[in-house]
Nanobody, 126 residues
Framework: QVQLVESGGGLVQAGGSLRLSCAAS????????MAWFRQAPGKEREFVAA????????SYADSVKGRFTISRDNAKKMEYLQMNSLKPEDTAVYYC???????????????????WGQGTQVTVSS
């Protein structure tokens, strides 16, 4: 069983920055894909960014491309999301997700991910 714990959320003014972290523990998988999703009130959970295990290749939603950067530290089992130039429409609960056993591809559908964190709130004021 993989446990994921997010941190780093908070309240920030538009144009500001935040850095989210996700710590993974447990499980017996030697590799796994990681991603960030978000869910705003009354909306479906949506893909934000994903990164591969083997070479760190990343994929981003169009709405965050050029503003957000996903990264990971495999040795520490950590994933990060650097969020710059934040907008009020970025307000949501952000979730870390893992695809066990996948090391060289990314996925944008929530159904592809088997483990989720509890989420961290990001609020951007105008």
């Amino acid at each position: 069983q993989v446990q994921l714990v997010e941190s780093g959320g908070g309240l920030v003014q538009a144009g500001g920055s935040l850095r989210l972290s996700c710590a993974a523990s447990g499980g017996t998988f030697s590799s796994y894909g990681m991603a960030w999703f978000r869910q705003a009130p009354g909306k479906e959970r949506e893909f934000v960014a994903a990164i591969t295990w083997n070479d760190g290749s990343a994929s981003y939603a169009d709405s965050v491309k050029g503003r957000f950067t996903i990264s990971r530290d495999n040795a520490k089992k950590m994933e990060y999301l650097q969020m710059n130039s934040l907008k009020p429409e970025d307000t949501a609960v952000y979730y870390c997700a893992v695809r066990p056993g996948v090391y060289n591809s990314v996925a944008t559908s929530p159904g592809e991910y088997g483990y989720w964190g509890q989420g961290t709130q990001v609020t951007v004021s105008s």
